[in-house]
């Protein structure tokens, strides 16, 4: 997609944001072996040292801490075995800090590392402790370079790609706008690279993406595809953060009229930073299988969930955790924080309040920790 595209009121509203994530893949900012390219990184610094130099506040998360170590190491490719990739984070990671501090250094602008795992989004209090740190370093006119911790991460608490991480930090951070940029112009209907496809220009809807062929993962240096991506705009849009979509080529037309890529229009308000994290971020301990009537009262009129609404109960969770909820289908419909262990559900489920005890009359999930996900 050449040239610049119609306007629109989403992509007015990119323009003119404030605070704004910029997530950047390791492929638009590695060779083909993994080294990191100098001339490509620094060209990303100009654009966001232009939107922060006009008064603007921008969050980088940066992929490419793996992809940095495996030249270094002097390996072929990606590894694929944990110990290996978490060694080649340890290189990559400050190979790659070291070059967003030297590129910035050009404009005398102080660069913040910023490394994090997922428990550090899952645990409320560690939540909140980033948010802090965040919102001071911008505050001091500093730029965030955030990144998923890989020298630590295990499958049990990583992200699984930095386009999550980047819509997670968007909201942390209240961002007005995600910039999610690839080595892809914009979200296309089919695969670019076989011929045929055309570029979507706007999302407004799910409606929108009915059909589209996401795909996997476009590089072998990365972990994210379009589909990471797609995702991603989802979260955020649903949080009302809008998000543009583009090639990290772009970069400085996206961070100026916002007139390239894909944008994607925000579908939900603003939710709380406690909603947020009972969404999208809070780890699930187990589910609540709830019959139609408790889904109708949790989903469309934001009630609480009482025993008598709920049929059956999975996993081993404490009192304080956040569960799922499910209706008979099968479908997550809600998430929120239980008020009962495990072990004391089982002989409540399915009883009227009066039928039980009274210190046993509470609700299961309190409304108001509660978030309805459809």
Same mark, same amino acid.
């Given at each position: 997609?050449?040239?610049?595209?119609?306007?629109?009121?989403?992509?007015?509203?990119?323009?003119?944001?404030?605070?704004?994530?910029?997530?950047?893949?390791?492929?638009?900012?590695?060779?083909?072996?993994?080294?990191?390219?100098?001339?490509?990184? $620094?060209?990303?610094?100009?654009?966001?040292?232009?939107?922060?130099?006009?008064?603007?506040?921008?969050?980088?998360?940066?992929?490419?801490?793996?992809?940095?170590?495996?030249?270094?190491?002097?390996?072929?490719?990606?590894?694929?075995?944990?110990?290996?990739?978490?060694?080649?984070?340890?290189?990559?990671?400050?190979?790659? $800090?070291?070059?967003?501090?030297?590129?910035?250094? %050009?404009?005398?602008?102080?660069?913040?590392?910023?490394?994090?795992?997922?428990?550090?989004?899952?645990?409320?209090?560690?939540? %909140?402790?980033?948010?802090?740190?965040?919102?001071?370093?911008?505050?001091?006119?500093?730029?965030?370079?955030?990144?998923?911790?890989?020298?630590?991460?295990?499958?049990?608490?990583?992200?699984?790609?930095?386009?999550?991480? $980047?819509?997670?930090?968007?909201?942390?951070?209240?961002?007005?706008?995600?910039?999610?940029?690839?080595?892809?112009?914009?979200?296309?209907?089919?695969?670019? %690279?076989?011929?045929?496809?055309?570029?979507?220009? =706007?999302?407004?809807?799910?409606?929108?993406?009915?059909?589209?062929?996401?795909?996997?993962?476009?590089?072998?240096?990365?972990?994210?595809?379009?589909?990471?991506?797609? =995702?991603?705009?989802?979260?955020?849009?649903?949080?009302?953060?809008?998000?543009?979509?583009?090639?990290?080529?772009?970069?400085? %037309?996206?961070?100026?009229?916002?007139?390239?890529?894909?944008?994607?229009?925000?579908?939900?308000?603003?939710?709380?930073?406690?909603?947020?994290?009972?969404?999208?971020?809070?780890?699930?301990?187990?589910?609540?299988?709830?019959?139609?009537?408790?889904?109708?009262?949790?989903?469309?009129?934001?009630?609480?969930?009482?025993?008598?609404?709920?049929?059956?109960?999975?996993?081993?969770?404490?009192?304080?955790?956040?569960?799922?909820?499910?209706?008979?289908?099968?479908?997550?419909?809600?998430?929120?924080?239980?008020?009962?262990?495990?072990?004391?559900?089982?002989?409540?489920?399915?009883?009227?309040?009066? =039928?039980?005890?009274?210190?046993?009359?509470? =609700?299961?999930?309190?409304?108001?920790?509660?978030?309805?996900?459809?």
């Amino acid at each position: 997609m050449t040239g610049a595209v119609q306007s629109s009121p989403t992509r007015d509203s990119i323009a003119a944001a404030h605070r704004i994530v910029v997530k950047v893949g390791s492929s638009s900012l590695t060779t083909g072996r993994g080294a990191l390219d100098q001339a490509r990184l $620094a060209a990303l610094v100009d654009a966001v040292e232009a939107r922060v130099a006009t008064g603007g506040q921008v969050v980088v998360v940066s992929s490419g801490a793996i992809a940095a170590g495996i030249a270094p190491l002097g390996l072929r490719r990606r590894p694929r075995d944990l110990a290996t990739k978490q060694a080649a984070a340890s290189v990559g990671q400050q190979a790659l $800090a070291h070059a967003y501090a030297e590129s910035f250094a %050009r404009y005398r602008r102080t660069v913040g590392q910023v490394l994090l795992t997922a428990d550090d989004v899952v645990r409320r209090a560690h939540y %909140r402790n980033a948010q802090r740190t965040l919102n001071r370093l911008l505050t001091l006119g500093v730029v965030p370079v955030v990144n998923e911790n890989d020298t630590v991460a295990t499958a049990e608490i990583r992200f699984g790609d930095n386009d999550r991480l $980047a819509a997670l930090v968007s909201h942390l951070v209240g961002a007005d706008a995600l910039l999610l940029l690839s080595d892809v112009d914009a979200l296309y209907d089919g695969d670019p %690279r076989g011929g045929g496809a055309s570029a979507i220009r =706007e999302v407004t809807s799910a409606a929108d993406l009915a059909g589209v062929d996401a795909g996997a993962s476009g590089s072998g240096v990365g972990t994210g595809g379009m589909a990471s991506k797609v =995702e991603a705009a989802r979260v955020a849009c649903t949080a009302g953060i809008p998000v543009l979509l583009t090639s990290a080529a772009q970069a400085a %037309r996206a961070l100026g009229a916002a007139d390239v890529g894909t944008a994607f229009a925000t579908t939900g308000s603003r939710l709380s930073a406690r909603r947020f994290w009972l969404a999208h971020a809070a780890g699930a301990r187990g589910r609540l299988w709830l019959d139609d009537g408790a889904v109708a009262a949790v989903v469309r009129r934001r009630r609480s969930l009482l025993a008598a609404g709920i049929t059956s109960v999975e996993g081993a969770f404490d009192g304080g955790d956040v569960v799922e909820l499910v209706d008979p289908a099968g479908a997550v419909v809600a998430r929120g924080v239980v008020a009962y262990d495990a072990a004391e559900l089982p002989e409540l489920v399915g009883r009227s309040s009066h =039928e039980l005890p009274a210190e046993q009359r509470r =609700e299961v999930v309190h409304a108001d920790d509660l978030v309805p996900l459809r």
